[in-house]
């Protein structure tokens, strides 16, 4: 079973981020906040992807589910100040 530190450690190193943080303690459902310049010029789907390309073949067999909210870090600026 993974723990959320193990998800946001895969996912820091797969994926440029200034922020991640992964909630979970089930070891197979998780909730994740990512903030990453790689996100700029993408809509939502696409950002997701890049999420899933980072995780890899852990999604397919370890991860039941990932629920996520993505940002830029524009975005996420804009985010913390409203």
């Given at each position: 079973m993974l723990?959320?530190?193990?998800?946001?450690?895969?996912?820091?190193?797969?994926?440029a981020c200034d922020h991640v943080q992964v909630q979970g303690n089930d070891g197979q459902h998780f909730e994740a906040l990512i903030v990453s310049p790689q996100f700029v010029g993408k809509n939502m789907?696409?950002?997701?992807?890049?999420?899933?390309?980072?995780?890899?073949?852990?999604?397919?067999?370890?991860?039941?589910?990932?629920?996520?909210r993505t940002f830029t870090p524009e975005a996420w600026a804009q985010f913390r100040t409203s």
């Open positions: 723990s959320a530190a193990e998800v946001e450690d895969y996912i820091k190193h797969g994926l789907v696409q950002q997701h992807q890049l999420v899933y390309q980072a995780l890899g073949e852990r999604m397919r067999e370890e991860i039941h589910a990932l629920s996520m």
